[in-house]
Each structure stands twice: as C-alpha cells, then as structure tokens.
C-alpha cells in the first residue's frame, strides 16, 4: 500500500489503529508499549486492518465537502506520508483540480469525488464533495414513483424527496398551493386533496452556502383521478386561525354520485410545534367542537385518524 513505510512505521500503523475491546481495561503509557493504551492480556487490541491500511495510504482526506466556486486546500491526514500527491476528480465536468485546490466548472450543481494518488505507490483515497447549490431528487408520492401530472384521488397524500447529505444543505424547504392543508416535516409533506379541487402544485429547494436563498426548486403537479377513486375521507376544520373554539367535521364523499356521509372519527389529537400532544379525543359525533381558548397561542398540527388513515391540518391559535 505504501512501499515507502519501514517496519517500525508499519508497526505503529498497526497498533495505533487497533480496535479496543469491551471488557478489558486499557492503560496509557505502559512501559515499552508507545503506540497507544495497553492491556496485558490483549495488548493493543483488535487489529482494524481498514483503518491501518487508510493511515498507511494517508487517510483520509481533509479538506471541505463543499464547493462553491473554489475551495481547498485538501491534504492527506497520514504523518508517515513519503512523498508528493496527486489530485484529480472523477467529474471534470463538475469539477477540476488546480494543485489540492478544487475550481467548479459550468455553473455545475452536483456531487463528485476528489481522489488524492500518492506519487510512486499504488495508494490512492477518494473524498465526496457537493459542488454547486443543492439539488433536490428522488421524488417520491405515496411512496411510489412521479411524474408530471399524476392522477391522485382525493383524500390525504405525502411526498417525500432526497437533498445531499453533505456540504451542510438543508432538508427540503416546501411551497405549497394557496388553499391545500398539509404539514411538513424535513424531507416528507403530508397534504390533503380536496375534491373540489382539479391539480395542485407543490415545490421543493434546499439551501447551503452556495444558496443561502435555496437551490433550484423541483416541482410537483398533481391532478385529481377523473376515475377509480369510490369514496375518500373528506375532514374540514374551521376557523383557521382559531380564537375560542374548533369545529371539526368528518365525512365519507362517494364519488361516482358526488354524496357525503357523516362519519366520527375514531381519534382526534392536538400536537404542538415540537411533536408534544396537546390533547387527545375520541369523539363520539361527526362534528365535535373543541375550547382552545386556554391553550397557548402558536402553531399546531391536528390529526384526525379513522381506521388506518390519518389526516393532518396544519393550525394556528391566536
């Protein structure tokens, strides 16, 4: 791995790097023992030949894991290096390297690697980096795949999305349709359909230090099934924002002829900014009404469940 190492270095990799095991008590500085703490029935414990092998390469790889015009400079973690590096990137489209310094190239958002090749040896390392403003992927409805326009019946629906897991970015920032219910929680959005209603929009962008503003949005357009939706749960709650008290009304609306039926909701619970239940109810008609008048101004989220669907109302008391 590096043919520049002696065997006294190679040793200290080894011990340096070992594993410590549960119940043995480990000491420092022992006599005779320099490379780490010591047990006398185990020694230096476990070998861990991943990270002996990373510090005999040099690892890792130190430097930022974000660029956004330029950034570095990025070196090699491993004091017992001999001799220069080499650095390149697997993406010259996004990203090329000037020395250890790393240059976006094309405006380009996205992720790729910078690989440090030590001169002389077969060790190289790799490093992900996000280079550009964050983009927002991996769209997802009801747990199923999207596309533009798709067919949704009315009733309670969530959406989840991916956004980079390095270069600090943000969990997803949602805009959602002026009218449309829903809550949100980093990367996933509940919302509910109204049947009056033929599309809704929805968008998705991240931030980090590349776009304090947020990144490019990426969108959902969702339109109402003309067919195959028999009945859904219909729950209105008003006013909203609330004052005194709270009216809640469940109903089943049958599409194919457009009625609504009364139905209780087996469960109703009142959940606070933080995830804290307020209260929780069991009512016993269709349309309970509910004295916030004593709970503390803010934000809240009301959850009406009936059987295994849930339908969340994002409310405010003033």
């Known amino acids: 791995m590096n043919p520049n190492l002696n065997l006294s270095q190679a040793r200290q990799i080894l011990e340096s790097t070992t594993d410590k095991l549960s119940g043995y008590t480990f000491n420092s500085n022992v006599t005779g023992q320099p490379n780490g703490s010591w047990n006398n029935e185990v020694g230096y414990g476990r070998v861990n030949a991943y990270n002996a092998v990373l510090k005999a390469a040099g690892g890792p790889i130190l430097g930022p894991d974000l660029v956004c015009t330029s950034n570095g400079p990025y070196t090699l973690q491993g004091a017992l290096l001999a001799g220069s590096v080499t650095w390149s990137t ?172 009364q139905l209780i909701a087996d469960e109703i619970m009142l959940i606070d900014s933080n995830g804290n239940m307020i209260f929780k109810a069991n009512p016993t008609i269709s349309n309970p009404i509910y004295d916030l008048s004593k709970i503390q101004k803010g934000e809240y989220f009301l959850e009406v469940r009936v059987g295994l669907e849930v339908i969340k109302h994002r409310i405010l008391i003033n």
């Open 90 to 261: 697997d993406n010259s489209t996004y990203l090329i390297m000037s020395g250890s310094t790393a240059i976006r190239q094309n405006n380009a958002n996205g992720l790729a690697s910078i690989k440090g090749t030590i001169t002389g040896s077969c060790s190289s390392l790799t490093k992900p980096v996000w280079v550009g403003q964050p983009l927002v992927t991996n769209q997802k409805v009801d747990g199923g795949s999207y596309y533009t326009g798709l067919g949704i019946c009315p009733g309670n629906h969530y959406l989840n999305v991916s956004t980079p897991t390095i270069g600090g970015a943000s969990t997803a920032i949602w805009t959602v349709q002026s009218g449309v219910p829903y809550v949100s929680s980093g990367n996933n959005l509940n919302f509910t359909m109204y049947n009056n209603v033929s599309s809704i929009s929805i968008t998705a962008k991240s931030t980090n230090a590349c776009a304090v503003q947020g990144g490019p949005n990426t969108s959902f357009y969702l339109t109402k099934k003309s067919f195959g939706c028999s009945a859904f749960l219909s729950v209105n709650i008003y006013p909203n924002p609330i004052s005194n008290e709270l009216f809640v009304e469940t109903t089943i609306i049958d599409e194919l002829d457009n009625s609504t039926s």
